[in-house]
């Protein structure tokens, strides 16, 4: 599609969602201009247009938490994009890993019938700690330390299955397979692999 075809409001601006591509997340809202969408496009890292100052500026110039695009889509009216980035540090100028951090709902619903709502929590947790890297937590320490060591834990957890299994010990099992799943999680992380990508593969393989 030609960016001449997108809307643009009266002031030549147009919104951009910017999302975490591999949690999901939404990071913040920006806007962007004719120029800075052709910037964003050619260099594979987000320009906005700053209605304040009225001036193009480059995530991550000054505090070095740029964002890499991976996908740029736009909406059925053509006047709204969301931005697939791949963070390199905290979206929030607060030093959050999103702007959208707090929340308008004192008791957040959430759907009993989601299982697996507390991967897409935890990878979500897994993503601003590799932004913000809190010191004292256990998965800043894991990114500190480097690929190497989350191999390590993924192989020891790995193990510490095999033998609960083979022990036929179900309670060490659901512990140590929470393990391993909350490291492979990391890891996935690490190696800016969306956890999307490997349940596109199961479902893949399902329906052949």
Not at 104 to 109: G, N
Request: glycine content about 4%; aromatic content about 8%; some cysteine.
């Amino acid at each position: 599609m030609n960016i001449k075809n997108l809307t643009f409001d009266e002031n030549g601006l147009i919104p951009a969602i910017v999302q975490d591509a591999a949690s999901k997340e939404v990071l913040t809202l920006a806007y962007m201009n004719e120029e800075s969408l052709r910037k964003t496009i050619a260099e594979k890292e987000t320009w906005f247009y700053s209605r304040s100052r009225q001036e193009l500026w480059h995530k991550g110039a000054s505090s070095g938490n740029t964002q890499t695009v991976e996908d740029i889509r736009y909406d059925c009216d053509q006047d709204a994009l969301v931005v697939l980035v791949v963070p390199a540090g905290p979206a929030c100028h607060t030093g959050a890993y999103s702007c959208f951090s707090s929340s308008l709902l004192e008791e957040k619903v959430t759907s009993k019938k989601d299982r697996f709502a507390i991967v897409n929590e935890l990878e979500k947790i897994i993503a601003e700690r590799e932004a913000e890297m809190p010191e004292g937590a256990y998965t800043t320490y894991l990114f500190s330390e480097g690929v190497d060591k989350i191999l390590k834990k993924v192989g020891e957890e790995a193990s510490e299955v095999i033998i609960a299994s083979k022990n036929r010990d179900a309670e060490e099992l659901k512990w140590e397979t929470s393990d391993l799943l909350y490291h492979l999680l990391v890891l996935l992380r690490e190696q800016k692999l969306p956890l999307d990508e490997v349940l596109a593969v199961l479902e893949q393989r399902h329906s052949k």
